[in-house]
């Protein structure tokens, strides 16, 4: 490890990954910083192991290092992709199941390869400006060091790097809540009585040994929860995150429902054999902060499929709200043949030169965050990120002066789909009456 990096990327998830990797391919010296001992962050750690959607009406729109890495995990587990062409189909039936395990083990391998440097169980202690760039900290097992940067990535989803900079950050009023993943076993679905399991649920929820939104949905939730197995249905409400007294609130409440539901349906006829067969260690946090950014992307660019001129990678996802309160998801699918795209700007804080966001962070209002906050189209910016940031150390620029027209051919180098080639999907106007019918779309991330 050296003590200048070109560029140093701050968090291993699904966005920094591919930041790190695309800048050390472009021969940028890198250095990925991840507070936990895996790389995948949302994918592996907290457990929603579904990366999606890279496909939009049975076209890919994403592509590159993250698509990569998903597609050789996947073959080495020997399942096979979904097929992508059924585009009618519930849009989580079209995200791809890993293994966390082997998907980890392939970031691993991707990273390395790279010739990025990797510092896991580290976390940003201090970022201070500097004449070259930045001044930064971190924080290892074995006490705090020094290193300096042209280029900052921040991929922590809850723009850290952006506050330690002394950057504002954006927060809603009311955040959508967490959700701890948890596959529960030992019962058979079909053999169950859910007209009783209902009505003890309502005694539950009457007596305060159930919270509402516990089980996600208020009214009549046993049958969809137990069919699911519980899976991507506890929703925690009421948490924040973005610090590390807000994540450990958030951690205990996640634990504490995860306790509350074992002990109560366990407690059920049927479910006496109840299994926790897997869980994340860490509870999903859907939205803390967002940064004030150069450009603001909102519900309406989003679901029109704006075409931004300084469009870097492409989205796509409905709008996806969870209910703050826990009672359920407001689900709102994109009008067929939109293509959203994300623009630089949303990810460069503004006051900045030499900081790029990358991840659910960008900025943009809460219906469009929920949509892109995803983690395809989280390493689709995160390789965006990688390509600017080691455009604009190899050239002395600041991020956001750095040709367009070269960020976006340093990433069709690299495997990326471009927004505004040619080749590349666009949105056109369509009526009303083309809509998608949306069949069961509730089981969602």
């Known amino acids: 490890m050296t003590e200048h990096y070109d560029v140093i990327v701050i968090g291993g998830g699904p966005a920094g ?181 209902d009505a003890a649920y309502e005694r539950a929820i009457d007596a305060g040994d159930l919270v509402p939104g516990d089980l996600q949905l208020f009214t009549k939730p046993m049958h969809k929860f137990l069919r699911n197995h519980g899976e991507n249905a506890i929703h925690v409400p009421g948490i924040e995150g973005g610090t590390s007294a807000a994540k450990t609130a958030a951690e205990l409440a996640g634990r504490r429902t995860l306790m509350r539901v074992h002990n109560f349906l366990r407690a059920l006829p049927g479910l006496e054999g109840l299994t926790v067969d897997r869980w994340a260690i860490e509870t999903g946090v859907r939205e803390t902060y967002t940064i004030d950014g150069l450009t603001r992307v909102t519900a309406v660019d989003y679901t029109n499929g704006r075409l931004w001129d300084d469009a870097v990678s492409f989205s796509f996802y409905p709008i996806d709200v969870h209910n703050h309160d826990g009672d359920g998801i407001d689900i709102r699918p994109l009008t067929f043949g939109t293509f959203p795209t994300i623009p630089r700007g949303a990810m460069i804080p503004r006051g900045s030169t030499n900081l790029v966001v990358a991840g659910r962070a960008i900025a943009g209002d809460q219906d469009a965050n929920s949509a892109y906050r995803v983690q395809a189209s989280c390493m689709a910016m995160g390789q965006a990120a990688g390509a600017i940031t080691a455009l604009a150390a190899g050239s002395a620029a600041a991020a956001v002066d750095v040709p367009i027209e070269d960020v976006r051919a340093a990433l069709r180098a690299h495997g990326a789909i471009v927004p505004g080639d040619p080749d590349a999907p666009r949105t056109e106007a369509q009526s009303s009456s083309t809509e998608l019918a949306t069949p069961d779309r509730t089981h969602v991330s």
């Open 17 to 197: 990954c591919p930041a790190a990797v695309q800048a050390a391919r472009l021969g940028a010296r890198t250095l990925l910083v991840e507070k936990n001992g895996a790389l995948g962050g949302t994918t592996t750690v907290a457990g929603v192991a579904l990366p999606g959607l890279f496909h939009a009406w049975g076209r890919q729109i994403i592509a590159g290092i993250g698509w990569d890495m998903v597609r050789r995990s996947v073959a080495l587990t020997g399942r096979e992709l979904p097929d992508f062409t059924q585009w009618e189909l519930p849009h989580y039936k079209l995200q791809v199941p890993v293994s966390p395990a082997i998907y980890a083990s392939v970031i691993d391998e991707t990273v390395v390869a790279s010739g990025a440097d990797l510092l896991l169980h580290t976390m940003v202690a201090r970022v201070r400006r500097s004449s070259t760039g930045w001044d930064v900290t971190l924080c290892t097992k074995e006490g705090l060091i020094d290193l300096t940067t042209t280029m900052l990535v921040d991929a922590t989803g809850d723009a850290d790097v952006v506050a330690h900079a002394g950057l504002p950050r954006h927060a809603n009023p009311n955040r959508q809540p967490g959700t701890i993943m948890v596959r529960f076993g030992g019962y058979d679905p079909k053999t169950l009585d859910y007209e009783v399991l």
